[in-house]
């Protein structure tokens, strides 16, 4: 079936390097979701941000103008949840050491885990490591330390960077994760994208199952493989980069920015649209 961007019910949104820098939201990112809302579309922001959970990235968001309320849920939500499964813990078992930002130790344990800090002497069951700004080579040492003494080790998510306001890198949970390993080769388990759990959790969210959703994102990675990986349809937002070539990653769309998607999804809801390779329209799925 040859299905048009504007036909999907819900249209789920990465968020760092998509939406906004991590201050700032790109330009044509509110026009958009102003756009899904008036057509009625349903929106969830899928973010493998370990910083802020999916309420406080809403607040956040409508402070710096973004329109259509969209719903969120980042790996912050789930991570506590994720290691509780690992675990077979029920409520009130499971022990974490927590190396992440406030809000991460909270949800873990409103998923039921004890958590401890990463200075405590005891021993835990598995050591949750997220993008925290305190982090130093201390922090480095210990961690390897807990690893090694036998607690399982788990990040929120792998990526590197995320692109920052006027084109910095933003180092992320991933460069934290690649220290850890440089001194041990030890196993580990990522959490977020492009893991399943976040896109079944904004799937529940949008109440759609995942033909009826499109990913859109700026990783192909994260965003374009978890969504693949999940039955989900991608949109890739390119910024101008070129798309690999025999890569497996492939999206099922590519656009240049958020205010070209914009003006197709316009234009489609008055039945024109544009037809331009790999980007102004889905491909036959
Ligand atoms: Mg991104």
Request: glycine content about 10%.
């Amino acid at each position: 079936m040859d299905m048009r961007l504007h036909d999907y019910t819900a249209y789920l949104f990465d968020l760092d390097g998509t939406l906004w820098t991590g201050s700032e939201l790109y330009a044509g990112a509110s026009n958009l979701m102003q756009c899904l809302a008036e057509a009625g579309k349903r929106c969830v922001i899928v973010s493998n941000n370990s910083v802020l959970t999916g309420d406080r990235a809403r607040a956040v968001l409508a402070e710096r103008g973004l329109a259509g309320e969209p719903l969120a849920v980042t790996v912050t939500d789930v991570a506590g949840e994720y290691v509780a499964r690992l675990l077979g813990a029920d409520a009130g078992r499971g022990r974490v050491r927590v190396a992440g930002a406030p809000l991460l130790h909270r949800q873990c344990r409103l998923a039921g885990l004890e958590t401890v800090d990463l200075w405590e002497p005891e021993q835990a069951d598995v050591v949750l490591l997220g993008l925290h700004d305190s982090f130093t080579y201390q922090s480095l040492e210990r961690l390897v330390a807990c690893v090694e003494q036998g607690e399982r080790f788990v990040v929120t998510n792998e990526d590197p960077w995320h692109p920052g306001p006027e084109g910095a890198k933003v180092p992320e949970t991933g460069a934290l994760l690649a220290g850890v390993r440089a001194i041990c080769q030890c196993e580990y388990r990522a959490v977020g994208k492009p893991g399943r759990l976040l896109f079944d959790r904004a799937l529940e969210l949008a109440g759609v199952a995942a033909s009826d959703a499109v990913m859109v994102g700026d990783s192909l990675d994260t965003d374009v493989t978890g969504a693949r990986r999940a039955g989900i349809d991608s949109v890739w937002i390119s910024f101008a980069r070129p798309l690999p070539d025999c890569d497996d990653r492939s999206p099922t769309a590519v656009y240049e920015s958020l205010s070209e998607l914009a003006a197709d999804l316009r234009a489609q809801s008055r039945g024109a649209g544009s037809a331009t390779s790999r980007g102004g329209r889905v491909a036959s799925r």
